[in-house]
């Protein structure tokens, strides 16, 4: 079994900064790509930023220039650094790990329980 676990979240001023932080702990056997999605109200689940396993980043338009991701690869876990947030950052912020358990498995997706990031005057 994949564990992910999410910390960093909570209520933010406009212009205020967060660090999200995720671990992932059980039998991996490889690492596709970890990162971050968010999903507001109303809204469907996107990508905000994720590291491929050769530490190229995905990161979405919203986001770039603002939010930076990194990981510990030593550790399986990865974070996101976001600056300057605005009221539609405002969303539950969800870990995500793609790899696979074992060499000949399938690759899966796996989630965190999620983190609320509010952002609000």
């Known amino acids: 079994q994949v564990q992910l676990v999410e910390s960093g979240g909570g209520l933010v001023q406009p212009g205020g900064s967060l660090k999200l932080s995720c671990a992932a702990s059980?039998?991996?056997?490889?690492?596709?790509?970890m990162g971050w999605y968010r999903q507001a109200p109303g809204k469907q689940r996107g990508l905000v930023a994720e590291i491929i396993g050769d530490g190229s980043s995905n990161v979405a338009d919203s986001a770039k220039g603002r939010f930076t991701i990194s990981r510990d690869a030593a550790k399986n876990m990865v974070f996101l650094q976001m600056y300057n947030l605005k009221l539609e950052d405002t969303a539950v912020y969800y870990c995500?790990?793609?790899?696979?358990?074992?060499?000949?498995?399938?690759?899966?997706?796996?989630w965190g329980q999620g983190t609320q990031v509010t952002v609000s005057s």
């Open positions: 995500n790990l793609r790899g696979r358990r074992r060499p000949t498995a399938p690759e899966s997706y796996y």
């Open positions: 059980g039998n991996i056997f490889e690492i596709t790509a």
